[in-house]
């Protein structure tokens, strides 16, 4: 071994024995943007009380929406537990005046007995009416949860694509996420707190006929509980508000950490470790914020108890008094612990599902939020329709920037595309090659310029009109959970037999392949659910494209199309791309420049900008940036 191979290996051992640095931690996250401000910071305890009406009113209306017949039974079966109430304590008074008044046993017995079948009978109702009650949520609750859900997931598939972008949009999404699931609370709260107010008012009707004092002692006895209710519940919620974004990361971190599909990076990098720390870290985070909120509520909960507690004391302090200073009747002051028991538990209940109402609704105000803002992000660029012929299709100095970006992604781009060509765009990494495919769809609006179907500008454009007009297989295509007869059609049959679907299928050379998996064409795409089948990447990948020409569209976009192919896959490809092309305008992105031969025009990009156009031999022979990247590519 020379000197220098004894360096180089005692080199190599030092490197190896040297320590290791510890993983990093998560970034710092936050819920930032122009959407970030907590909606309660600087809300006062009157504004936050003032609020119960209005969430009554909306979710009394989302209920009706639903269900009209249970929101009717519901309603009747708090009125029915309400007056049953009354009658009780009314019957109750009547009772112990027989029972604790002069004569034999048997006498006052038979004297107390009629307001006894009484209480027994209204006693039975009130439990009839809380099991109707029962019944009548357990219908509305289910069909309201799916409304808010449905609603959301149609909001998000609404909105500008630009939208996805935007500050805080991801942040309010998760917060609506948390509002859906909050929404099964809101009725069964609502609905215990509506019997909890007309048992209550039952009650001190009662209790008050009894005597004055004693429901303005109850009322303090409760209130403090109450305050702590609602001061808990936004101590709460800016513990929520301040984990938003990292739960949002979290999350999504789970799904790509236990995605079946991503498995065999994680193990075979030797990943295992790293996440499970920095899952641990993040959620350490969100658990620190959490118990440092504990002294506060802490604080709220034991001071508010001290006062409920001695205004309890007063109260039943007051009913000895009046009691034992003859001021009410034996027979009164026994009514009136049954009464001031019954109403202290009617007011308990109203103060806490009404907190709990109130603190559902943060969630819900979350939700409805996100679904107004995008409301506003949906398009909203015309009533023009699109000709089922597309002939041409112009852009003008077309311009786009990304939210947050200084540079736009497409820089003054002027393109004509017609009908029965091919066109190709090429360009290194991040020269805006998909953004301006997706400029040419729509999905995208320009900043500045014009995209022009057969002269129709895309803003003033019924959007619906252009996508059923458009074709696009986007670099990250989805593998959908369906059956691989939707993953063709993607719930858009052209017929009622399958003849359309297995011409698809044979045109991206998928047959045997389809016909090879246990359903074939019935068969789940989904091999973690039972039953389901795996395709391999490349298969996936034909079968995106095999859906992009099922379509049959005027114009057919395809983003990377062969990046997971095998060579005779990629050929057959580009040889259905060929021979379809006379009937629509078609636009090829690729990275694999032998293949944009076929292209009847090659448009090169860089920095957002066209800075060549022309033939394949026409560039090659220009010995610009295409012959350049051609020299790599055959160099490799």
């Not at 504990?294 to 909960?301: G, K, Q, T, V």
Request: hydrophobic content about 45%; some cysteine; overall charge neutral.
């Amino acid at each position: 071994m020379t000197a220098t191979d004894a360096s180089t290996a005692h080199a190599g051992d030092s490197t190896a024995e040297a320590p290791k640095p510890p993983p990093p931690p998560p970034a710092l996250i936050s819920f930032e943007g122009k959407h970030a401000r907590n909606p309660l910071a600087g809300t006062g305890f009157g504004a936050m009380c003032r609020r119960l009406p209005a969430v009554l009113w909306r979710t009394a209306r989302m209920a009706w929406a639903v269900d009209r017949p249970a929101v009717v039974l519901l309603l009747v079966c708090q009125l029915l537990t309400g007056a049953a109430a009354a009658v009780v304590l009314a019957f109750t008074a009547r009772a112990m005046t027989h029972l604790l008044g002069t004569g034999a046993v048997s006498e006052r017995l038979g004297a107390a007995l009629p307001a006894l079948v009484v209480v027994a009978t209204a006693a039975g109702l009130a439990r009839t009416g809380s099991a109707l009650a029962s019944y009548a949520d357990g219908r509305i609750t289910p069909r309201l949860t799916t409304e808010a859900d449905v609603a959301l997931v149609a909001a998000v598939c609404r909105v500008e694509a630009s939208a996805y972008g935007e500050d805080g949009f991801a942040d309010r999404q998760e917060a609506a996420e948390v509002g859906v699931t909050r929404t099964r609370l809101m009725v069964q709260d609502a609905q215990r707190f509506l019997a909890a107010l007309v048992r209550m008012i039952a009650a001190s009707g009662v209790i008050t006929a009894l005597h004055w004092m004693l429901l303005p002692l109850l009322l303090l006895a409760v209130l403090p509980a109450g305050v702590g209710a609602v001061l808990s519940a936004r101590v709460d919620y800016e513990t929520h508000y301040a984990n938003v974004g990292d739960r949002n990361v979290r999350s999504m971190m789970r799904w790509w950490a236990t995605y079946s599909r991503f498995g065999d990076e994680v193990r075979a990098n030797g990943m295992t470790g790293y996440l499970g720390y920095w899952y641990r870290s993040l959620s350490d985070r969100i658990d620190e914020r959490t118990l440092t909120a504990a002294p506060r509520m802490l604080r709220i909960a034991l001071s508010t108890s001290a006062l409920g507690g001695l205004f309890l004391l007063a109260t039943w302090a007051t009913l000895a008094w009046l009691a034992t200073t003859g001021r009410i009747a034996l027979p009164v002051a026994a009514t009136a612990v049954v009464a001031v028991q019954t109403t202290l538990g009617a007011l308990s209940q109203f103060v806490i599902h009404g907190a709990a109402m109130f603190h559902t609704s943060l969630y819900l105000a979350d939700m409805r939020g996100f679904l107004d803002a995008a409301a506003e992000r949906a398009p909203r660029r015309g009533t023009a329709t699109i000709p089922e012929r597309v002939d041409e299709i112009r852009l003008e100095e077309v311009v786009h920037r990304y939210p947050g970006k200084e540079e736009p992604a497409v820089d003054g781009v002027s393109l004509t595309l017609r009908r029965g060509e091919i066109l190709a765009i090429v360009g290194e990494n991040g020269s805006g090659k998909s953004t301006l495919a997706r400029l040419i769809t729509g999905v995208l609006l320009a900043e500045k310029g014009r995209v022009l179907w057969d002269g129709v500008d895309l803003a003033d454009a019924d959007p619906d009109a252009v996508w059923r007009r458009t074709a696009f297989v986007p670099q990250n295509f989805a593998c959908w959970p369906l059956r691989a007869r939707e993953n063709i059609t993607l719930g858009q049959p052209r017929t009622f037999d399958d003849a359309e679907v297995w011409r698809a299928v044979d045109a991206v050379g998928m047959r045997d392949a389809v016909e090879k998996l246990p359903r074939q064409l019935d068969t789940l795409l989904a091999k973690e659910l039972w039953g389901g089948a795996e395709l391999s990447g490349g298969q996936w990948q034909r079968l995106a494209c095999g859906r992009a020409l099922y379509r049959r569209t005027p114009l057919l976009i395809l983003d990377e199309p062969t990046s997971q192919m095998d060579p005779r896959g990629e050929r057959r490809i580009f040889l259905e791309i060929k021979r379809i092309a006379a009937e629509r305008m078609t636009v090829v992105v690729t990275h694999q420049l032998e293949n944009t031969r076929l292209a009847d025009r090659i448009v090169v990009l860089r920095e957002g900008r066209v800075v060549e156009q022309g033939s394949y031999d026409e560039l090659l022979a220009g010995g610009g940036l295409f012959a350049e990247l051609v020299g790599l590519a055959q160099d490799r």
